[in-house]
């Protein structure tokens, strides 16, 4: 029996160690907004934060994630609300599959640095893969986010 810690929330699950954490949070506790892309950690469609570090949830273990706080698409944050009012005035997503990792990334890029430059969204969402190639649109919706929460905290 495994316990983990999703989104504030405990789970028991049944699991091997070795299941890669994506399936234990898609396929056994139900939260399907964390994508399989590549399952080799290049494309950045299953990220998660764990203890607020950006991971790619298809290639950790469940046994690794024991004992830390997971965070998916489906949790909430004071900088994942911005990012999504951001998200959906700059009408980001086309075909919108790799937008919850894309949005756990700039959580994460949002979670250390403020107010990022270009070069460091560049930086933060390389791992990130846009098969749509919205990259523009995404980076615009890192900038209007901050601006949001500046102008929130007026």
């Not at 898609?26 to 203890?51: E, P």
């Not at 290639?59 to 959906?88: C, D, H, M, Q």
């Not at 846009?130 to 209007?144: F, N, Q, S």
Request: overall charge neutral; aromatic content about 6%; charged content about 20%.
């Amino acid at each position: 029996m495994k316990s983990l810690s999703i989104n504030g929330k405990s789970f028991s699950i049944e699991a091997q160690n070795e299941m890669p954490l994506l399936w234990a949070i898609r396929d056994i506790i139900g939260l399907t907004g964390t994508k399989y892309g590549c399952g080799v950690s290049q494309c950045g469609a299953c990220s998660v934060l764990i203890n607020g570090n950006l991971t790619k949830s298809c290639s950790i273990p469940v046994s690794y994630a024991e004992g830390k706080e997971i965070f998916t698409i489906e949790g909430s944050s004071e900088n994942l609300e911005f990012l999504r009012a951001a998200w959906n005035e700059g009408n980001v997503p086309q075909c919108g599959y790799c937008q919850s990792g894309q949005l756990i990334a700039a959580t994460a890029l949002l979670d250390n640095t403020e107010k990022p430059t270009n070069e460091d969204i560049d930086k933060a969402m390389s791992g990130n893969i846009c098969r749509c190639g919205t990259y523009t649109r995404i980076k615009k919706a890192i900038h209007k986010a901050v601006e949001l929460k500046s102008n929130s905290h007026d």
